[in-house]
């Protein structure tokens, strides 16, 4: 069995929302942070070690949001 940590397990289900709802446009971290109950701040985080791996793209500003990479 492999051991995540917090961290490591609301990285891979924010990478899985992603997947889940691929759409044309960003998805915000709002919607994000809602479905597997991830505090805004800590999903924060999250986001910020996944944006220089390449894993997700952000898109600033009002409609803006995060896409896989």
Same mark, same amino acid.
């Given at each position: 069995? /492999?051991?995540?940590? !917090?961290?490591?397990?609301? !990285?891979?289900?924010?990478?899985? =929302?992603?997947? #889940? =709802?691929? $759409? *044309? +446009? *960003?998805? @915000?971290? *709002? !919607? /994000?942070s #809602?479905? @597997? %109950? /991830?505090?805004?701040?800590?999903? =924060? $985080? #999250?986001?910020w070690?996944?944006? @220089?791996?390449?894993? #997700? +793209?952000?898109?600033?500003? @009002?409609?803006? %949001?995060?896409?896989?990479?």
């Amino acid at each position: 069995m /492999i051991r995540l940590s !917090a961290k490591s397990r609301y !990285a891979v289900s924010a990478l899985l =929302h992603l997947a #889940v =709802h691929n $759409q *044309a +446009r *960003a998805v @915000p971290l *709002a !919607a /994000i942070s #809602v479905c @597997p %109950g /991830i505090f805004m701040s800590y999903i =924060h $985080q #999250v986001f910020w070690k996944l944006r @220089p791996a390449g894993l #997700v +793209r952000g898109t600033p500003g @009002p409609g803006g %949001g995060y896409r896989l990479g």
